[in-house]
Each structure stands twice: as structure tokens, then as C-alpha cells.
């Protein structure tokens, strides 16, 4: 079950919000896009692994090399089925704003309006990018785009979450030594993914969130 602080007006609007939104039809003019991010350890090997042959599988040592961290951002048009990621060295505001930025002036440059899905991270609110960018050309940037948010404790509403858990899976359950080596693996696993258009199915609606927390939580409501 979710843990949560508690059921709040708030929890439950930003809630029904979101599910309100995946709740809508494909739109190429109002794409809903999901965004998240991963820190991973960069780790290479100690000793070169013995190959798999007829007698067993790879042989790897339990001694590893760590070779620093990296950042993965992920952003996942779930019923679109595309999706892309970008290896950055940070995750800081200067990173976030590039990103999205990116994704607003090529990939989603024609559509009219941009529906980006964030959880609550400090880096991922509007004054970060006026800091990095200036109040004029962030509101030029983000003229397009409207905000949603997760509840508190509710990043399991992000679809990105899900998107980066079969990445996790498919392409990063291995170890990976260099940034170089991890922008490749990532690329052929966004390319392969796209080309197969993997859409993600949300099936959680407003009246199956509100039975199950009905059945652990009792509703906060303000006066």
C-alpha cells in the first residue's frame, strides 16, 4: 500500500487531476508527457569477466571498480509510446532546464500546448528555470506548457516511474563503466523501444484510488 502523511484535499485534487489527464485522449496538439529522473553509479570491472561457453553461463568477479556517478532524465509520452532519455553528468536546475528546453524546441516543437507530469523535486518548479534562464526567456520557453504535479508521496502517479523501471530491467542491469558506454546503451534501447512504439496502459481511475485509500486512510479535510 502507498504511505502516505495523510489524505488531504490537496493529495486527493492533485490526484484526481492527474488521473483526470490520462484519463484523455491522444492528442499530437496536447501531448501528456511524463518526466523523471535516476542517479546511477558508473562501475567497471576488477578483472575481465570469463565468457559464457557449454559448460555455464558468465563469470563475473564481486569485486568492482566505481568510476563516479551520472544522471539519467526520462521523459515518456505514455500513449504515444515514445520516449526520450538523456545522460547528463548532474541532475541540477542548469541539467532539468536544458532538458526540457530540449524536448519543447525539437521534439515537441509544434504542438500547442505540452502537458508535463513532475513530481515535487526542488529542480522542477518555474523558478528554477527563471534562475537559469531569466524571467523573460523562461516565460518564452514555457509558454506552452502546463505543469501538473503529484501529490506528496505520490511519485507512483508518474508514468516516467514506470518507464524507468523497464529501462532499469532491459538496459541497466549490467554494469557500466563509462558515460560514453551508458549514452550508447541508453540510445539503442530508447531507438529499439520507439520503434516498437511501447505504450504504457494506465488503468488506475478515480474510483479505484478512492476505494483503496478509502480502505487505509480517513480523509483529511480542511474546514
Sequence with gaps: MWCIGALTEEYRHRMYALLELYAR???????????????????GQSRAPLPMDSRGPAKVDYEYVRHGTTNLFVAVEPKAGQRIVSVTERR?????????????????????????????LNTHFRKCFDDVLGRRAATKLLRRVHFHYTPKH????????????????????????????????VAAWQLARNAQRRTIEWKLTRQDADQKLGQHYVAKLAC
Design 92 to 120: 541540477g536546475k542548469v541539467d532539468f532546464v536544458a532538458f526540457i528546453g530540449d524536448l519543447l524546441t525539437n521534439a515537441y516543437a509544434k504542438a500547442r500546448r505540452v502537458h508535463l507530469v513532475l513530481d515535487n
Design 154 to 185: 505520490a511519485s507512483w502517479l508518474n508514468m516516467a516511474e514506470i518507464e524507468i523501471g523497464i529501462l532499469s530491467r532491459q538496459c541497466l542491469d549490467r554494469r557500466v563503466a563509462s558515460r560514453q558506454l551508458l549514452q550508447g546503451e
Design 25 to 43: 485522449p491522444m492528442s499530437p496538439a496536447e501531448p501528456v508527457i511524463c518526466i523523471d529522473e535516476k542517479s546511477l553509479q558508473l562501475i
